[in-house]
T-cell receptor
């Protein structure tokens, strides 16, 4: 099993550009989520999904869109990048739609918005 | 407001010098408290889940404990390979499918 994979590893964007961060898992997990991690702050939840076709907002959803058309994939879209979105983005998954389940994290995508 | 605070922000230890990291929380109706380890440039790696006050879990040199207001991660005789950032997170009933993370404690163990 590859676990949770994320692409790209690094990305530089200009303000106003759009892009999609990819996340995939091969563990047949129902629950997937996106976090951002900024210096001095804890991981903050952006969006999450409890199964294919079902998504919901987390703590900091503004400026981001998600969709879940398959169990395996959970892409995160930045519609119009802003410097405030410079961060490290982590995707995570767990077996069931309960946060008490062990969450497995991907390696992260480091995003710089100029 | 649900909140998780970790202390200290950074901790420097000599190899073999035992210590504890603290995670204090204010949530109504804790459903679970989680400890993760994060190495530089990598995603968090799950260590422990604690569900009720008095519960303890161990893994190698690490032992996690839980009270009604805080959790401790005790590190016994640490080695340089224990150097990492340790993250604490809680799950509360409201926002049932969500975790609230603390900012972490950066641990450096020197030989």
């Amino acid at each position: 099993n590859a676990g949770v994979t994320q692409t790209p590893e690094f990305q530089v964007l200009k303000t106003g550009q759009s892009m999609t961060l990819q996340c995939a898992q091969d563990m047949n997990h129902e629950y997937m989520s996106w976090y951002r991690q900024d210096p001095g702050m804890g991981l903050r939840l952006i969006h999450y999904s409890v199964g294919a076709g079902i998504t919901d907002q987390g703590e900091v959803p503004n400026g981001y869109n998600v969709s879940r058309s398959t169990t395996e994939d959970f892409p995160l879209r930045l519609l119009s990048a802003a410097p405030s979105q410079t961060s490290v983005y982590f995707c995570a998954s767990s077996q069931r739609a309960l946060a008490q389940e062990t969450q497995y994290f991907g390696p992260g995508t480091r995003l710089l918005v100029l | 407001e649900d909140q998780v605070t970790q202390s200290p922000e950074a901790l420097r230890l000599q190899e073999g010098e035992s210590s504890s990291l603290n995670c204090s929380y204010t949530v109504s109706g804790l459903r679970g408290l989680f400890w993760y380890r994060q190495d530089p440039g990598k995603g968090p790696e799950f260590l422990f889940t604690l569900y009720s006050a008095g519960e303890e879990k161990e893994k190698e040199r690490l032992k996690a404990t839980l009270t009604k207001k805080e959790s401790f991660l005790h590190i016994t005789a640490p080695k340089p390979e224990d150097s990492a950032t340790y993250l604490c997170a809680v799950q509360a009933p409201i926002g049932y499918n969500k975790l609230i993370f603390g900012a972490g404690t950066r641990l450096a163990v020197h030989p």
